[in-house]
């Protein structure tokens, strides 16, 4: 795996970011048949799809012609068919998260058009709506927050005379053999991510996956190293640079559960 491609925190919070823009999608098409069956919606759908469907069902309920709803069915369809796609490429390219910002921002101002003007009346059924909306935004300005972070960052496949900052290693690290030690590396119980194997990289390359509570003993060279570890959905991550040495070395493994992201930790434990 080249070094660019090394899953980072970054990585990790672009792609949970990435399930807001999914959750959008899938709320917005599945609204479509709700409203006319149900007359209900679902909240963080597009309000632009809303708009269409609830048209069409108008209209329908008016003059009993079929042909309201088959337009308007195929005009919603078409309103989410963007966010798909955003979705579907802002996996490799964070232009088009960006694209889906600005979609959902115009949905979103689409909606406080309607909502403001029944607030001032005293009508709040739209808060919910508005709400989520916002939040939706929020998660969407993070994403592309991220995704220029991930394409911007750079780590650096450590060789035996660079340090992962790019900067030379001093004589006495240089002076290590290329000898071979042990690395032992403990993954923590834990709930978050239970069900998903935690793959590990040295430099770049995959040495072993391990399950929840598993551990894993491993072969290094003595000189600097970097470890990398993550979900095999790259939904979390993290990163250790293990010094030279001839001594065995053990890690632990923690997933860490945050407000944005889950995240792996990565904690030398000294050998007794």
Same mark, same amino acid.
């Given at each position: 795996m080249? #070094?660019?491609?090394? #899953?980072?925190?970054?990585?990790?919070?672009?792609?949970? +970011?990435?399930?807001?823009?999914? $959750?959008?999608?899938?709320?917005? $098409?599945?609204?479509? *048949?709700?409203? !006319?069956?149900m007359e209900k919606y679902?909240?963080?759908?597009?309000?632009?799809?809303?708009?269409?469907?609830? =048209?069409g069902l108008v209209y329908y309920q008016e003059t009993s012609l079929a042909i309201? *709803?088959? /337009?308007?069915?195929? +005009? =919603?369809?078409l309103s989410v068919v963007p966010y798909l796609?955003?979705?579907? !490429?802002?996996?490799?390219? /964070?232009?088009? +998260? &960006?694209?889906?910002?600005?979609?959902?921002?115009? @949905?979103?101002?689409l909606l406080l058009v @309607? !909502?403001?003007p029944m607030l001032l009346a005293g009508e709040t059924s739209f808060l919910i709506d508005t709400v989520f909306h916002i939040l939706g935004i929020v998660y969407l300005s993070l994403a592309v927050k991220y995704g220029f972070a991930k394409k911007n960052e750079q780590l650096v496949l450590v060789q035996p005379n660079i340090q992962p900052d790019g900067s030379a290693l001093s004589q006495e690290t240089e002076?290590? *053999?290329?000898?071979?030690?042990?690395?032992t590396i403990v993954r923590k119980k834990s709930f978050m991510g239970c069900a998903i #194997? &935690?793959?590990? +990289?040295? @430099?770049?390359?995959? /040495?072993?996956?391990?399950?929840?509570?598993?551990? =894993?003993?491993?072969t290094i060279p003595s000189r600097i190293v970097l470890l990398n570890a993550s979900f095999s959905n790259n939904l979390a991550a993290g990163m250790l640079t293990i010094p030279a040495g001839? @001594?065995?070395?053990?890690?632990?493994?923690?997933?860490?559960?945050?407000?944005? =992201?889950?995240? %792996?930790?990565?904690? #030398? %434990?000294?050998n007794t």
């Open positions: 080249h #070094p660019n491609n090394l #899953p980072s925190q970054n990585d990790s919070k672009y792609n949970n +970011m990435r399930t807001m823009l999914l $959750a959008i999608t899938i709320l917005s $098409a599945i609204s479509i *048949p709700y409203i !006319f069956f679902f909240v963080l759908s597009s309000y632009l799809t809303q708009c269409l469907s609830s =048209a309201y *709803p088959i /337009v308007a069915s195929v +005009m =919603a369809v796609l955003c979705w579907i !490429f802002s996996k490799k390219r /964070v232009g088009w +998260m &960006i694209g889906a910002l600005v979609l959902f921002s115009l @949905d979103t101002l @309607d !909502f403001i002076s290590y *053999p290329e000898t071979l030690r042990e690395l #194997p &935690i793959v590990c +990289m040295i @430099d770049g390359k995959e /040495v072993c996956r391990i399950k929840n509570g598993g551990s =894993a003993v491993v001839e @001594d065995k070395f053990t890690c632990q493994l923690s997933v860490k559960t945050g407000l944005v =992201a889950n995240t %792996i930790e990565i904690t #030398p %434990i000294a």
